[in-house]
């Protein structure tokens, strides 16, 4: 199984780096959010994905999941 990249982007106005930090941390963390862009990083490029609520996407994922930072 091939091992991903994933990043997620938000440009947030706060007064300080930790505090930027934290907002996207609410953010990510807050259940009624759909934040749902992601950059997956591949062998052949860079794939934009949204998992907007409202498209139609594959069937729900199960684990194990594996979590490397």
Known sequence: MPEYSISWNVEIDAD???HAAFA?????RDPTSWA???TV?????D???DLNPHQPGPPRLSGPW????
Not at 24 to 28: M, S
Not at 41 to 45: A, F, I, R, V, Y
Not at 66 to 69: I, K, N, S, W
Request: hydrophobic share 50%; no cysteine.
């Open 47 to 49: 794939v934009v994905v």
């Open 36 to 38: 749902t862009v992601f």
């Open 41 to 45: 990083h591949t062998d052949d490029g």
């Open 16 to 18: 300080t780096p930790v």
């Open 66 to 69: 594996t979590l490397t930072a």
């Open 24 to 28: 996207a941390l609410a953010l990510q």
